[in-house]
Structure formats: C-alpha cells, structure tokens
C-alpha cells in the first residue's frame, strides 16, 4: 500500500512548472514554484511545521499546549492543520475586517478564532496586540510562533524550499524571484541559493509600490501577504541583490493573466511576484533559469481579483497609460466603505 501517514507528510516538494505565455519574447527560461500544492494551500505551511516541531524540540510548546498567533491568513491554516495532527490547540487572533470566508477556514479546521474590533487605538484593551498579548498571558501552555521574529521562518526555507531548487533546476537556477512580506521565504531560500551556488545565484525581492523594502513611506495597498510598514527580523536585508518594486494594478492585471493563460489559478503577491520577475528576466539570455515563487492559490480572491466589479471600482481594469494615482484608489476605497 503506497499512503502518507498525516496529511502533514505532505508539506513541501511542491512542482516547478514552466511559464509559457506571459513570457512571450524573454529567452531566459521562467519556472513557477508553485505553492498552493502544500496541503493548507500556501508555502505558510512550511513555516508553520518547522516553527511547531522547533518549539517541541526547546520545550516551550509541551503536549497539550495552546499555539496563539494573531493571523487570519495562509499561515493560520498551516498552524491549525500542523496544530491539530500533533494534538495542539490553536487561538488566532485577527481583527474584523477579515472576511468572514477567512474565519470560517481557520474554525473549519478546528481552530478558535477570537476577532477585534479595527476601530480601536492599539493601547485599547481590546486591540487586536493587546488581545493577542492578554491570551499568551492567561492561557496555561500558551505558545506564540510570531513569523515576525521566529528564525525557523527563514530556516524553514533554507532547509526546503532552497534545496528543493537547487535539486529540481539540477543547479542551473541563476535567478531567484520572491514577494517580500515576513522576509522569510526570501531570506531563506536566498541565502541558501547563495550559499550552495557560491555567490551565483541572484536574489530578487519583489514589493508593493508603498512598502518599506522598496523605499516606501508603509502607504497603503491593496496587494495581500506582502510589503511592510516595519523591518521584521525574519528579514535578512542583506540577502537581495534587487528590490523590485511592482503597483497593485499591474500585480493583479498578471494574477487574472496567470489564470487565464497559464492555468495558474493564484494570489495577488503571486502576479506582483511574476511582474518582478518578468522585469528581470527580459534583460537576460538563453542559459539563465528565473524561478519565481508562487505563494498561494486564487481561490481566497475569487471575490477581488477575479471580480469584475470590484477591479471596475479601482479602475484596475482601465488600459495602460491611463493610471489610478493611489490617492484615486484610496478615495475610491472610503468611497467603497462608506
Ligand atoms: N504572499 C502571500 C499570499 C503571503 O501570505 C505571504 C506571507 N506573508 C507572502 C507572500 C510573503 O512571504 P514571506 O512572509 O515569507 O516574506
């Protein structure tokens, strides 16, 4: 009988897949890791079984223990389904404006998800930091990972996706394309690549217009997953040779683009990630392999990205040249909320 013992075996090894349109006019060879393979979806489940399994090793999360995290998304459902097969409980803390579609996917798997409200100061009792702080405080065998800061974020990487890469392009990846958010992936598979290839490999970070990695103020965007206001630790600055810096509109023209042309039904930071990598790849020849990560599926943005309207709205949909300035796009968002 051929069989995984837990869904959980199944974490990593995602394929490369070759892009073969949206390449239209490159020479150097692009390839797409693709993450939503992973079992919860995204490459958050990497992170969330080495976190787990680091913290059982130092004794700081012990059996029957309560992982809490403040996270709605892809890294909430690699804890819950790493959580619940080695008989963890999981709180997830996440303020209200997170789509109810998001709550009921941490629950489905078992999770408590305690939500806040968005309209309160930070010092406010019931702020979402507060709230995250106050149950670590009060719940017996609380553990929090915190991504932010946690090196077995990038460790993760470094010791999967990064050989992975290595192994599956037979050493012959001279590029490396990331979104930017925790810095984890980039930091990890980065500096892996680095190391094994000598220096060689190139490390490109990709980053919402507005971000700090690119030189931005923390401005808003609408690009999920990726960019910062603040330097996590879990980002090493020095690992990238180039940041590359992509706006939300042309992030999620590529999203529907990688749907439509390549069968890859994805995220928004994996069409900011593809921008980025594109931009890169035009400028080489035929002996240079691009791999560009792809963080997570399309199925969590059926009703942004992949909604007419809601792309109408943002003037997303409008033709080259004639640009929404991200004042329009704020504006249009009050004016959407109100
Ligand atoms: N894309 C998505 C959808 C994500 O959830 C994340 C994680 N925040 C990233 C990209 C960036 O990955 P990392 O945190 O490793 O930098």
């Known amino acids: 009988m051929r069989y995984h013992d837990s869904i959980i075996d199944l974490v ?34 990497r992170i969330a079984m080495r976190m787990i399994e680091a913290a059982e090793a130092s004794g700081e999360l012990k059996p029957g223990g309560t992982i809490v995290e403040p996270t709605s998304g892809n890294t909430g459902v690699g804890l819950a389904i790493v959580a619940q097969q080695k008989g963890y409980k999981c709180i997830f803390v996440c303020p209200d404006k997170v789509s109810t579609d998001k709550i009921n996917v941490l629950r489905a798997y ?48 470094y010791h999967s996706t990064g050989p992975e890469l290595w192994e599956q392009t037979d050493g012959r990846i001279t590029h490396f394309v990331a979104g930017v958010g925790t810095g984890g992936t980039i930091s990890g598979t980065g500096n892996y690549l680095k190391d094994v290839s000598k220096g060689k490999v190139q490390v490109v970070g990709a ?40 706006s939300d509109k042309d992030s999620f023209q ?13 995220g928004g930071s994996c069409g900011m990630a593809v921008v980025a990598a594109l931009e890169v790849a035009k400028e080489l020849g035929p002996d240079d392999v691009v791999v ?42 009050d004016a959407l909320e109100h």
């Open 110 to 157: 078992g999770a408590e998800v305690v939500v806040c409200p968005t309209a309160v100061a930070p010092e406010h009792p019931d702020s979402y930091y507060n709230v995250s702080d106050r149950l670590v405080r009060e719940t017996p065998g609380a553990w929090k990972p915190d991504q932010y800061s946690n090196p077995n974020n990038p460790a993760s990487h």
């Open 207 to 246: 980053d919402p217009e507005g971000s700090v990695y690119s030189g931005g103020t923390g401005r808003p965007y609408l690009v999920e997953g990726v960019g910062e206001d603040f330097w996590p630790t879990a980002y090493d600055p020095k690992v990238a040779d180039r940041i590359v810096a992509v």
């Open 12 to 45: 990593g090894n995602t394929p490369l897949v070759k892009l073969n349109k949206v390449t239209e006019g490159i020479q150097a060879t692009v390839l797409a890791k693709v993450e939503y393979f992973n079992p919860g979806g995204s490459v958050k489940d």
């Open 254 to 266: 590529m999203t529907r683009r990688l749907a439509k042309e390549e069968g890859l039904l994805v």
């Open 292 to 333: 560009v990560l792809l963080p997570d599926s399309g199925r969590g943005y059926l009703s942004k990205i992949f909604n007419d309207d809601w792309m109408q709205d943002y003037g997303f949909l409008e033709e080259a040249g004639d640009e929404a300035t991200a004042g329009d796009v704020l504006q249009r968002k």
